[in-house]
C-alpha cells in the first residue's frame, strides 16, 4: 500500500463520498446502455482487492461508499469483503450501498450482503408491464424483480439491525413514461423506502427520440415570449429565424426578423440567459403539460405512500451543479484510476442533438501507484475541481444551436471560452440525470 506523501498540500482535505467500480461484465443489456453503443471502449474487469485495499485509509473520512458503474455489481466476487471492510472501517450512520439489476440477488445472497454492512441499495425498474420491462431491460423480467425484492425483504427481517434502506431507479423515456405513476404506485404496495428517476442518455441516434426532457428553461422562454410579442407588433414572426441564416440573399423582412433576433441574444447574454434559437422554435407546450402532469402525479403518489421521490429536472437548470464535485466525490474505475465524476469516467460516445460526441476519460492518478491522498490533494485534482465549481464555461445544451469542433473534437484541448475542463457539454449539471451517490 502507497503511504502519504509528506509534501502532499491539503492534506486535511478528504473526498466524502467514494464510487467504486466492481465490475464492468453485466449480465443484461439493456437497449440504453454505453455497453450496448457502437462507440463504447470500456474494457472488462472486476476490481481487485488490492485497488480496494489502496482506498482503505479514506474510508475512515468518507461519509459514502457506492460500488457501482457500467457493470453489475453482483458479478463481483468480492464484493462482501469490500462490504465488510467498509463497515469496519467507516463512521458510523454512514451508506454503503450499490446499484443491480436484481438478477443474481438470491436469499441467500441477500443475507450474505446485509451481513457484509449492506445498509442502501437500489434495483432498476423501469415498467411494471412484462412485455416493456422485458423490452428496456433486455436479459431479465420483472419476476425477477419482485423475487430480489423479496429476499432482501425477508433477510432484512431477519437481520433488522443492518437499517437496509431499499430503493428502485427509473430510466425515463418516452415509451415508458406513462409508467412511472404505475411504478410508484408498485414500489409503494411493496413498501419500499426510495425511488431515483433519471433521464435517459442517448448513446446511440435512434434513442434519441426516447429523450423526455424539454430543451428550454422556463427564464428562456419568458424572455422569447417578450420578443415575440414585439415582433407581432411589427407584423413580424419569428419562428422564420431559423431559414435566414442560410439565405444566400435576405429580404428587408428577413434582415429585421434576424436583426431582432440579434437583440434577443444581446438581451440574453446581458441577463445571463441561456437560449438557443433552434430550441425555443420547437418548444412543444402540449407535451411539456403531459410530463409536467406525470411528474405531478408521481408525487402526489409518492407522498401517499411514503416513497422518498427523487425526479430529474423537466427543463435545464439556469443555475448549473456539478453533484460530484459538490458533494466531494471520487470515483475508481476497477483499475484503480482515480476520476471527478460519472461523466468523465470512460471511453465512449454520446449524442448532442444529433451530433456524435466522443468522450475521453479524465483520471489524476492511479491508486496502485500513488496514496489516494495525493491524488485528491494534487494541484491538478484541485485545479479541476474550482473550475468546475466556478461555472466559467459555456453551456453547449442551452446555448449553441450546432455543436463546434470544439466540443466534438478529440481530445478535448479547449472550449471556446479556452477553458480546459470538458464539462460545457455535460447534462448532470443541467439537473436531468440522477443516479445512487
Given at each position: 500500500m502507497k503511504t502519504p506523501s509528506e509534501n502532499g498540500t491539503g492534506m486535511g482535505m478528504y473526498p466524502k463520498k467514494l464510487i467504486i467500480e466492481p465490475t464492468t461484465r453485466?449480465?443484461?443489456?439493456?437497449?440504453?446502455?454505453?455497453?450496448?453503443?457502437?462507440?463504447?471502449?470500456?474494457?472488462e474487469g472486476d476490481l481487485g482487492l488490492n485497488v480496494f485495499e489502496s482506498l482503505v485509509p479514506l474510508l475512515p473520512h468518507v461519509n459514502t461508499i457506492i460500488f457501482t458503474g457500467i457493470g453489475e455489481p453482483l458479478l463481483c466476487k468480492d464484493l462482501e469483503l469490500c462490504l465488510e471492510t467498509a463497515r469496519s472501517k467507516m463512521p458510523e450512520k454512514t451508506i454503503r450501498g450499490f446499484q443491480t439489476n436484481g438478477k443474481l440477488l438470491t436469499p441467500d445472497r441477500a443475507m450474505s450482503l446485509l451481513k457484509s454492512g449492506l445498509n442502501k441499495i437500489c434495483i432498476s425498474v423501469d415498467a411494471t408491464g412484462p412485455s416493456?420491462?422485458?423490452?428496456?431491460?433486455?436479459?431479465?423480467?420483472?419476476?425477477?424483480?419482485?423475487?430480489?425484492?423479496?429476499?432482501?425483504?425477508?433477510?432484512?427481517?431477519?437481520?433488522?439491525?443492518?437499517?437496509?434502506?431499499?430503493?428502485i431507479e427509473f430510466v425515463l423515456m418516452k415509451k415508458n413514461m406513462d409508467e412511472l405513476p404505475r411504478v410508484i404506485e408498485w414500489a409503494g404496495r411493496q413498501g419500499l423506502d426510495f425511488m431515483l428517476v433519471t433521464h435517459v442518455t442517448a448513446y446511440e441516434k435512434e434513442m434519441e427520440k426516447e429523450i423526455a426532457y424539454m430543451d428550454n428553461s422556463e427564464i428562456s422562454l419568458a424572455l422569447f415570449e417578450s420578443f415575440k410579442k414585439s415582433a407581432r407588433k411589427k407584423n413580424l414572426d419569428l419562428t422564420q429565424y431559423s431559414r435566414i441564416p442560410l439565405k444566400l440573399y435576405k429580404s428587408e423582412t428577413d434582415r429585421e426578423i434576424y436583426n431582432l433576433v440579434q437583440e434577443l441574444k444581446d438581451q440574453a447574454l446581458k441577463e445571463g440567459v441561456y437560449i438557443n434559437m433552434f430550441h425555443l422554435m420547437d418548444e412543444d407546450p402540449?407535451?411539456?403539460?403531459?410530463?409536467?402532469?406525470?411528474?405531478?402525479?408521481s408525487q402526489i403518489l409518492a407522498a401517499q405512500y411514503g416513497v422518498d421521490l427523487t425526479l430529474p429536472e423537466i427543463r435545464p437548470k439556469t443555475k448549473r451543479h456539478c453533484p460530484f464535485v459538490e458533494d466531494d466525490s471520487m470515483?475508481?474505475?476497477?483499475?484503480g484510476k482515480v476520476s471527478p465524476c460519472y461523466?468523465?469516467?470512460?471511453?465512449y460516445q454520446v449524442m448532442r442533438i444529433g451530433y456524435t460526441k466522443s468522450v475521453t476519460p479524465v483520471f489524476f492518478g492511479n491508486?496502485?501507484?500513488?496514496?489516494?491522498?495525493?491524488?485528491?490533494?494534487?494541484?491538478?485534482f484541485k485545479d479541476f475541481r474550482n473550475k468546475v465549481k466556478a461555472y466559467d464555461y459555456p453551456n453547449c445544451h442551452s446555448w449553441c444551436e450546432i455543436r463546434c469542433d470544439y466540443v466534438l473534437d478529440q481530445p478535448f484541448y479547449q472550449d471556446c471560452f479556452i477553458n480546459n475542463i470538458p464539462c460545457c457539454d455535460c447534462h448532470w449539471n443541467l439537473g436531468f440525470l440522477n443516479c445512487l451517490t
Open positions: 453485466c449480465n443484461f443489456k439493456c437497449e440504453m446502455c454505453v455497453k450496448q453503443s457502437q462507440g463504447c471502449q470500456i474494457k416493456l420491462f422485458n423490452t428496456v431491460r433486455q436479459g431479465g423480467c420483472f419476476l425477477d424483480i419482485e423475487k430480489a425484492l423479496q429476499a432482501l425483504v425477508d433477510a432484512s427481517a431477519q437481520f433488522p439491525e443492518a437499517g437496509l434502506e431499499i430503493g402540449v407535451y411539456y403539460q403531459q410530463i409536467k402532469e406525470i411528474f405531478h402525479r470515483f475508481v474505475t476497477w483499475e461523466f468523465l469516467w470512460h471511453q491508486v496502485l501507484e500513488q496514496h489516494p491522498f495525493d491524488i485528491w490533494n494534487s494541484h491538478e
